[in-house]
């Protein structure tokens, strides 16, 4: 395998880490790692309205029971939900994003939930 040959290699990209053996002396300042590409947000086959969409996400979000919806204000605008209010924990912040990403027709999530 070639080190020139983007076909049998993953992209690389220099990147800094602090996690160097600093007390080589000829130890290099950053590593190369493989970086994926961020794949962008692709629209499903057949659109999904805006208010469907946002019942989709409100039953998602009512369904899990780590997660108090009744609070949550949901809002869906050309595949983009907005989700806002208050949640006791970082970790239920967290798990809305990744909870209403995986609905489809979700192009993306603006999580603009305080964490009390």
């Known amino acids: 395998m070639s080190d020139d040959d983007p076909k049998e290699s993953p992209p690389m990209q220099r990147v800094r880490s602090d996690l160097v053996n600093h007390h080589k002396p000829d ?34 979000l009512a369904q899990d029971g780590r997660l108090d919806s009744a609070i949550m204000k949901v809002t869906v605008r050309d595949g983009i939900v907005t989700v806002e209010g208050s949640v006791g924990l970082e970790f239920q912040r967290t798990l809305v994003t990744a909870s209403v990403n995986e609905i ?3 192009l993306n999530v603006r999580n603009l939930l305080k964490v009390r």
């Open 104 to 106: 489809p027709g979700v």
């Open 27 to 60: 130890a290099p300042s950053d590593v190369q790692q493989p970086i994926s590409p961020a794949s962008p947000a692709k629209p499903p086959p057949i659109p999904v309205p805006d208010d469907a969409l946002a019942t989709d996400v409100r039953a998602c």
